[in-house]
């Protein structure tokens, strides 16, 4: 595998963002801990998330911004400070609240990653490589609850979010300096020509992607708990849903921009959709249990840093490649908000089977890119 696009740089930016996207990793013990304490009812829980994620998107486009006007180092500590500080903040504040404050200060830090994700040649590389840091961690706070405690609590988890926000502090010194970039993406954004209908399509396909695999994954641990999953084989049962994760980030990185994107997203998205079903029918017991888990988790993980690869692919402009994590942020907080609201009167099958149609739906707008993208800039590798 060609190394060439990893830099000292680039590593510190991915590990610094892969923190601000570490609530992902904890929201299925996270958010079931909220619920079984009585801080949140299951209805509520789309609301609170999207609060959350809106938040880390909103936070990181203003990051992006920031980033080009005061040095990195103060977007970067007052990230940390946030995210700290909202995951610190005492029961006696509103839940929202707090889980905005920590987002905002976690969409900071995600800034620094998606602005030098962006200026890569080999986007599905980088895109990897950032989802495995993401990963890795999450893998690791998993496996500490799976091993050290049967039920995890929500101050807990909250405690070790804001020990690794403040963590970062130790990469200050080694924060990227600017300008170090493989493609002029200001260029790309000042050409003069507009966003092509691919452009959008590919924007509308990740964030129906993203929204359909966050909304599973938010509410699989009270799903698997809701069809017989014994408390204390859940955290376990998430941890090697991780592991696929990170094998996921790793064959996608390893295949880069080498790979057809296009065969890439849509496999990957059967493959998802395939699990979706495959958990209705069979259930989250036993041997099928655990391989529907590490499969949704590879799933994911080959599509989501493969539709940077797609998105510049459909879209030789680039104009619409600035913008794939603000789409993906806002579709993992849009779906899972909507199926929230609906979760009463569908149940938490009801949540799966939406989800999948979430799927086949960005497996449509997948297609419509594909089919709308200017022919005379047709990519010879994708």
Same mark, same amino acid.
């Given at each position: ?106 969409? #900071?830090?995600?800034?620094?990653a998606a602005q030098s ?87 509308v396909a990740a964030g ?126 849009? #779906?899972?908000? #909507? ?44």
């Amino acid at each position: 595998m060609n190394l060439s696009w990893i830099n000292r740089q680039l590593m510190v930016a991915l590990a610094i963002g892969s923190i601000g996207l570490v609530v992902f990793g904890v929201q299925p013990l996270l958010y079931g801990a909220y619920v079984n304490e009585g801080r949140v009812t299951e209805g509520g829980l789309g609301l609170l998330a999207a609060v959350e994620i809106a938040a880390i998107a909103l936070s990181s486009g203003l990051g992006i911004t920031l980033i080009k006007r005061v040095p990195v180092w103060q977007v970067v500590a007052l990230g940390i400070t946030l995210m700290f500080a909202g995951n610190l903040l005492p029961e006696s504040f509103s839940l929202y609240f707090a889980r905005g404050m920590a987002g905002v200060g976690g969409g #900071l830090l995600v800034a620094l990653a998606a602005q030098s994700i962006a200026t890569r040649h080999n986007v599905n590389a980088a895109s990897g490589a950032f989802l495995f840091f993401q990963s890795l961690t999450q893998f690791f706070i998993l496996q500490w609850f799976s091993i050290g405690t049967h039920f995890a609590g929500s101050i807990q988890i909250e405690r070790i979010l804001a020990g690794l926000a403040l963590a970062m502090f130790l990469l200050l010194p080694l924060l990227p300096k600017g300008g170090e970039a493989d493609y002029p993406l200001q260029e790309a954004l000042t050409n003069g020509t507009r966003m092509p209908a691919s452009g959008l399509f590919s924007l509308v396909a990740a964030g129906l992607f993203q929204g359909s695999a966050v909304g599973l994954w938010a509410y699989l641990g009270l799903w698997l708990q809701s069809r017989g999953v014994p408390a204390d084989s859940i955290a376990p049962a998430l941890t090697a849903s991780m592991v696929g994760q990170m094998a996921g980030a790793l064959i996608a990185a390893a295949l880069g921009h080498r790979a057809h994107s296009t065969s890439q997203v849509v496999v990957a998205a059967v493959v998802l959709l395939a699990t979706v079903g495959g958990f209705v029918v069979f259930g989250g017991t036993g041997p099928a249990g655990w391989l529907l888990v590490v499969a949704f988790g590879v799933a994911w993980m080959v599509a989501t840093p493969t539709l940077a690869g797609f998105v510049r692919d459909v879209d030789t402009t680039r104009r619409s490649l600035p913008y794939l994590s603000t789409a993906q942020l806002l579709g993992a907080a849009s #779906l899972p908000t #909507l199926v929230g609201l609906m979760v009463s009167d569908i149940g938490l099958d009801g949540v799966m089977l939406t989800c999948g149609i979430g799927t086949v739906v960005s497996i449509i707008a997948v297609t419509a890119a594909y089919l709308s993208r200017p022919r005379q800039v047709v990519p010879g590798g994708s």
